[in-house]
């Protein structure tokens, strides 16, 4: 009829005409352009990105090429790149400094206090025989299924950044117990969590930014014409489908050597490192140890590191068989480096000191810390005397538990209150913090050092109560909307302080500063890629060579730009810089049949896929560390998984949200 040809000679006058959106202007920062007809060739947006910008790209492709390569540490790596940038005015002192000022960098610090009051009472690990009950011929993928399953399905309700650092203890008494290797365990757990926050809108901050982002923009509308609104579960259709396929290649690929090396982490070289004899008494209280076999308790650690002795009664069994079970009131006699040594001693809240009294150890060992000391040669109460005969208990205020020699590894293995101590000789000693205060200078010792971050366990149910309340707490709260999880961190961590889960001393020690670096120095890298307009450049770029292909190219142009950038900048920066495009697109009407809520849940999908990197996610950072991957791993297994989830969600978003 006349009024459709009149309306179709307008479309075709609006086509020929350019219209140009300036998306987010600093400064004469390049602008992304769209033809109504979506066919028509522009500019290629690389063509108007300045000096800075291409600068950047060269700084950022660097970067990647010497994290890949391990040319230096992470975070100094970030920090000499950022600094390079800031040099060359390439960012703000604003962005810069944005990871130092953010909100969800200061939680992470506070909840590395909670996770270490948590490891400290032992109370998740009591999960531990769950998740290590199977077969061990299956034990991998039995592990695997019970860890990522449930864990990924909690985060559909609670922030998976505390789940992960509240769980990292039971990963790691797992990794000990079972000796599968830490990289086979902490990338797959950290990306079933990712994969979790797809399964609601407020399982991942990226969801609940896009909804916002998409409700206060007016312009969008859904088919009937009605502003947007986004439920609960309205991401869940794809989700679901989303996080299953992700789970499954998981848990078939996770196991496979080619896919995801076993590491162990940094080993400590044996040449030249003082080697300890560690004595420690099996009470009633060592629920983990006891009945466990001499296999079980030196399974996950080096051939250096080994149950020398064990003493049960009046008798002596050397070099106890892999079969012999663990009693109630056996003392076993390790013999190994410090830091295995000192995991063992921190394993289980059960495990006491030889000679100490069981019934003064709620009340005496709470904020006891440990000390390397070296006893000097003049020293008149220790030369030449048995352990037994000293005055360490009285006088010192601690208790030895372990002792070596400059011998090294010749030292006769003995009764610990029998050892006769010899000048030059170092000493594991258990005593309060004013040990160091009182006795650094003390004339029977030429060295005291302690030792941040290691205090004995507490395994009394009054602290494994507090701290698994306060722990819900902390986790469960935010979700609410009474408060923050900044918040509940902060006050968790108070509490757990004051109520003597964790001391001063090991709260301090807990905050793993290198990491902290990082993530606060890529943040200050993506605010580079943004106001430098790489980012920009790069998505106008992909969504001209996708238009072409109608609705489904452009919500796989979303996909893989909001993709591509989370590997470089953060989640929310790269949905933050992209939606401004996606509102484009979907207020233009040019790509017929382009639904907006589909837009929108592809943005959402995007926004969680960070598996290339570690950079990418800060549960990558956090799984990068505690795994002791190489960045080639997170490539090699993180590449099919992002291809993988881009075939299904990209046409899961186009077919589940058409109507």
């Known amino acids: 009829n006349g009024d459709g040809d009149e309306e179709m000679e307008r479309v075709e006058r609006e086509g020929q005409v350019l219209l140009q959106q300036e998306v987010g202007d600093r400064g004469g920062h390049p602008r992304c352009y769209f033809r109504a007809d979506c066919a028509r060739a522009i500019p290629p947006p690389f063509q108007e990105l300045g000096w800075k910008g291409w600068f950047s790209l060269a700084v950022i492709i660097v970067l990647l090429f010497g994290l890949v390569h391990e040319v230096g540490p992470t975070h100094v790596q970030f920090a000499t790149a950022l600094g390079v940038l800031?040099?060359?005015?390439?960012?703000?002192?604003?962005?810069?400094?944005?990871?130092?000022?953010?909100?969800?960098?200061s939680t992470i610090t506070v909840l590395f206090i909670v996770a270490a009051a948590i490891t400290r009472t032992n109370s998740l690990v009591l999960l531990c025989p769950f998740f290590t009950s199977a077969h061990r011929k299956n034990s991998l993928r039995s592990v695997l299924a019970k860890l990522c399953i449930p864990l990924g399905a909690a985060s559909m309700f609670l922030n998976s950044t505390p789940i992960y650092v509240s769980v990292l203890p039971v990963l790691s008494k797992i990794v000990k117990t079972t000796g599968i290797a830490p990289s086979k365990i902490m990338m797959p757990v950290s990306i079933s969590l990712i994969l979790g926050g797809t399964l609601s809108l407020i399982g991942n901050m990226n969801n609940l930014l896009v909804a916002s982002l998409a409700v206060d923009d007016g312009g969008l509308v859904d088919r009937d014409g009605q502003p947007l609104q986004f439920g609960y579960f309205g991401i869940s259709k794809v989700g679901s489908i989303y996080f299953a396929v992700g789970l499954v290649y998981v848990w078939l690929l996770a196991p496979i050597e080619g896919m995801l090396p076993s590491r162990h982490g940094a080993q400590l070289a044996t040449k030249n490192v003082r080697l300890y004899l560690l004595f420690l008494k099996v009470t009633s209280r060592a629920k983990m140890t006891i009945g466990c076999s001499v296999k079980d308790l030196e399974r996950g650690v080096s051939t250096t590191d080994r149950l020398v002795e064990l003493h049960r009664g009046d008798e002596v069994l050397v070099a106890p068989?892999?079969?012999?079970?663990?009693?109630?009131?056996?003392?076993?006699?390790?013999?190994?480096?410090?830091?295995?040594?000192?995991?063992?001693?921190?394993?289980?809240?059960?495990?006491?000191?030889?000679?100490?009294?069981?019934?003064?150890?709620?009340?005496?060992?709470?904020?006891?810390?440990?000390?390397?000391?070296?006893?000097?040669?003049?020293?008149?109460?220790?030369?030449?005397?048995?352990?037994?005969?000293?005055?360490?208990?009285?006088?010192?205020k601690g208790v030895v538990l372990a002792v070596t020699s400059h011998k090294g590894t010749d030292l006769g293995i003995e009764k610990l209150g029998d050892h006769v101590i010899e000048g030059g000789e170092t000493l594991l000693i258990e005593a309060r913090p004013s040990f160091y205060r009182q006795f650094a200078t003390d004339q029977n010792f030429s060295t005291v050092?302690?030792?941040?971050?290691?205090?004995?366990?507490?395994?009394?149910?009054?602290?494994?109560?507090?701290?698994?309340?306060?722990?819900?707490?902390?986790?469960a709260i935010p979700p609410t909307g009474i408060v923050s999880i900044w918040v509940?961190?902060?006050?968790?961590?108070?509490?757990?302080v004051a109520t003597g889960c964790i001391s001063l001393q090991d709260a301090y020690s807990a905050v793993?500063?290198?990491?902290?670096?990082?993530?606060?120095?890529?943040?200050?890298?993506?605010?580079?890629?943004?106001?430098?307009?790489?980012?920009?450049?790069?998505?106008?770029?992909m969504v001209i060579c996708l238009s072409p292909l109608g609705p489904i190219g452009i919500i796989a142009a979303i996909y893989i730009c909001v993709g591509l950038l989370t590997e470089v900048i953060t989640n929310a920066g790269a949905v933050a810089l992209f939606f401004p495009i996606v509102s484009s697109i979907l207020k233009d009407g040019s790509v017929v049949g382009l639904n907006s809520y589909a837009a929108c849940y592809a943005l959402m999908l995007a926004g969680s896929a960070s598996f290339i990197t570690p950079i990418g996610h800060q549960l990558n950072l956090m799984?990068?560390?505690?795994?002791?991957?190489?960045?080639?791993?997170?490539?090699?297994?993180?590449l099919p998984l992002q291809i993988l989830l881009g075939i299904v969600g990209v046409p899961g978003c186009f077919f589940f949200y058409q109507g």
């Open 86 to 105: 800031v040099v060359f005015q390439c960012v703000d002192s604003e962005g810069a400094l944005a990871g130092f000022s953010n909100q969800g960098i």
């Open 488 to 496: 509940t961190a902060i006050g968790g961590s108070m509490l757990l």
């Open 321 to 396: 068989g892999q079969d012999t079970v663990i009693l109630e009131g056996d003392t076993l006699v390790f013999h190994g480096q410090l830091e295995t040594l000192i995991n063992i001693y921190k394993g289980d809240g059960g495990l006491y000191p030889v000679g100490i009294e069981e019934e003064l150890v709620d009340s005496a060992r709470l904020n006891c810390s440990l000390y390397e000391v070296a006893v000097s040669c003049n020293s008149t109460l220790l030369l030449g005397k048995a352990i037994r005969e000293t005055c360490f208990p009285g006088h010192f």
């Open 623 to 638: 799984a990068h560390a505690a795994g002791g991957y190489k960045y080639s791993d997170w490539l090699r297994f993180g």
């Open 449 to 475: 050092h302690p030792l941040e971050g290691v205090s004995p366990p507490i395994d009394d149910w009054l602290h494994i109560t507090a701290g698994l309340i306060i722990l819900a707490a902390v986790v």
């Open 512 to 541: 793993d500063i290198s990491l902290v670096l990082t993530i606060s120095f890529s943040f200050g890298v993506g605010a580079a890629v943004q106001q430098s307009g790489v980012g920009l450049a790069i998505a106008n770029s």
